[in-house]
């Protein structure tokens, strides 16, 4: 099922434990890494073989009805020969009522040594968390500590320069449109985080979609596309007391994404309603929101609506990645500030895995042994792997740069991968989370 920012109504009954632990809470309440969350987290030493991106039969590990022999027969080649292997899995955690949270967002520290991963509520409610993990082992990673947000679903994280960034939805209550909350919190070196040093704000629009960092400033968007949800678009705010600074928010109803490509900002405005010519790629040269972007037109691209759909920047190459759903993958050449080329959405075929499940939802590229691997969040039909060379030199669209992809399980959706040297975290709604590595043998 693919990542959505809609909310499907579910009713529950809070317990007497439950309704203590909430009001409690009424902030960010945390757990220790108990025996009880460290059972969440399962290790393996497992290679996942790629299968063909339009078989719809084969899965990439043994599952039930059939053999490990099945995948093998039916593998195709990792780039470069890589090996991919799926050292942990993490069952996602339960909040205060006993809900099922599923996994949303994952962030990596750019030092390497932590990973953090957001968690929401599926239904009309909200409810949040985050897992800290110490990933300075790749093949061992540790949970180090869990926190619940209660009422904040969390769509998207971010871990920089000392902070911990959390951003998405706490359902406001007034009638004035501010539903979009961003929450910031101290991360010390050894994967800390305090509690006490948060820092909320709420912002118009219906969630708050991602988040980028440049230097001091924290560029925020909101949306999603609503007809009364005034001022939705993209905020600066001081990283430090999280006061906007600077706002656009004419011409984008419906912005989806914010990366940071150099010291630019590039905004994916979606627009999935007419006209279409609105769904663009706006950089802002060095993140000035006063100065007119360079706009790249993705009418061609159009996101599904409410759905999850992000964006990389790909600094080698100086090419932006933008995962537009059932669009697929646009390819923007940031130095020429054209579409270069794209990547479709999967088609698998029959019936096995329906049209509105094979969605790319985001992409991310990881270094393994000095090769660019480029993965794709898609859904049912898994996370693909591809080859970061030949996505650098793609000049059409097509399937050619993809060698394979890794599903994991009937029903298992990837609906969102961070990677970062090494090591790939997927994560896969209440599915929970996937932790592999990705190594070229040298």
Known sequence: MKQKYSRFRIFTFLSLPALMFSLLCLGACALDNSEEETDRLSYSDVELSLVDITDADSYSRSVPGWTRGDAVARAVSAPGGAVIKLVAEVDPPEDAQGRLLQASHVALSSNGQYAAVGYMLRGDEASGAIDVFNISNPSKPKLQSTHFFPGFDIAAVLVESGSLFLAGQTPDQSGDGRSARVVSLDFSNSGVVSLSSEK???????????????????????????????????????????????????????????????????????????PATNCRLDIYADGELESAPASIDLSAYPATAEAKAKSAYFEDADLYLVAANRSGIAIVDARRGTLKAGIPAPSLAGSLVPPENQSSNAVSMGDAGGRDIVLIANGEAGLWVGDGNLVRAQTTSSTSSINGSIRFGSGESVNFVASRNTLAVAAVGTGGLKMLTIQVPR
């Not at 968007?221 to 430090?240: K, R």
């Not at 984008?252 to 309603?273: H, L, M, N, W």
């Open 200 to 274: 909320s704000v709420q912002l118009p629009g219906y969630f708050a979609t991602d988040l980028s960092r440049e230097d001091d400033v924290l560029f925020v968007t909101t949306g999603t596309y609503s007809s009364n949800q005034a001022a939705v678009g993209i905020y600066a705010l001081d990283t430090e007391t999280l006061e906007t600074s600077e706002s656009v928010t004419a011409g984008y109803p419906d912005a989806r994404s914010v990366v940071s490509g150099g010291s630019d900002v590039a905004i994916f405005e979606a627009q999935y309603s007419d």
